[in-house]
């Protein structure tokens, strides 16, 4: 093969920023080809979710199985996923490893604060889903749900946190900061070898939809870009890599002018300008 193949398998957001189509603006405009399979649709725009209407947990499993019956994919990211069925589908495809090393983002609330996933499937991501992820990329309050604990208030409590992720299965994990504030983004990757902090200069943007999936697929498509090489990935200098992605992302968002609420980072910043 001459190109590598990431896989989202997520929810379609129609308003372009987040979900499906954020992943796979993120894979194009890092130079690895996109492949998707449908988890959910919604109803919703930069301003919030009014509806979600989810696949069923086998079709979600055909889809899957279809494009590795004939699809030879790097890297698999993992969003949305919705329901406690289709996280145990989804884990029990991924357990032989046919889609490479696989990202989760446990997406479980947007931006705009509507709850994106059911109690019962926040169990089944801990139990079923974190064993066969290679790298986790919480939030604050995603973390928090996956330990039953208070979310972090402060920078230095991300590193304990991490730490406990780590423990119940994932082969790293990225705990991202940006729900504390301040001057600064903070995010912690916690691996077998050690824990390591990344920053990057806060920006001043409300053009923020979007942004944990941005940052995840990301990922994907670098590690995707390692597989077809040969490697193995080396999560730290890929983080490093995704998050200057997304701070220009991020630099460029509000110039686009979209939506009236929380509108999507710029994608594409490096190739057309807003």
């Known amino acids: 093969m001459t190109a590598a193949v990431a896989l989202t398998v997520a929810g379609s957001d129609p308003s372009g920023g987040a979900g499906v189509q954020a992943d796979l603006k993120t894979f ?10 449908l988890t959910a649709l919604t109803a ?10 989810g696949v069923p947990a086998d079709f979600v499993a055909l889809q899957l199985q279809t494009l590795f019956a004939d699809v030879t994919v790097h890297a698999t990211k993992l ?28 997406v479980m609330v947007a931006t705009s604060g509507d709850r994106l996933i059911s109690a019962e499937a926040v169990d089944a991501v801990r139990a079923d ?13 995603e973390a928090a749900a996956l330990l039953d604990v208070a979310p972090a208030t402060t920078v230095e409590e991300l590193a304990p946190q991490a730490t406990a992720l780590l423990a119940l299965g994932p082969a790293a994990v990225l705990l991202k900061g940006g729900h504390l504030g301040g001057e600064q983004s903070v995010d912690v ?24 999936c941005t940052l995840s697929s990301a990922l994907t498509a670098l590690a995707a870009q390692d597989r077809l090489a040969g490697r193995e990935p080396d999560w730290a200098p890929l983080v490093d890599r995704a998050r200057d992605y997304l701070q220009t992302a991020l630099e460029a968002g509000a110039a686009l002018g979209v939506g009236s609420g929380h509108g999507p980072v710029h994608h594409f910043a490096g190739w057309w300008e807003a």
């Open 28 to 37: 194009s405009a890092l130079g690895t080809y996109g492949t998707a399979v």
């Open 44 to 53: 919703q725009n930069t301003r919030g979710v009014t509806g979600v209407h």
């Open 79 to 106: 969003g949305m996923l919705g329901t406690a069925d289709v996280v145990r589908e989804v884990a029990r495809v991924l357990a032989d490893r046919p889609g490479g090393p696989v990202v989760c983002d446990p």
């Open 129 to 141: 889903l974190l064993p066969v992820t290679d790298l986790l990329t919480p939030n604050v309050p």
């Open 189 to 212: 990757l916690v691996t077998a070898g050690g824990v390591l902090e990344t920053r990057r200069p806060r920006v001043a943007t409300t053009s923020t939809h979007g942004t944990g």
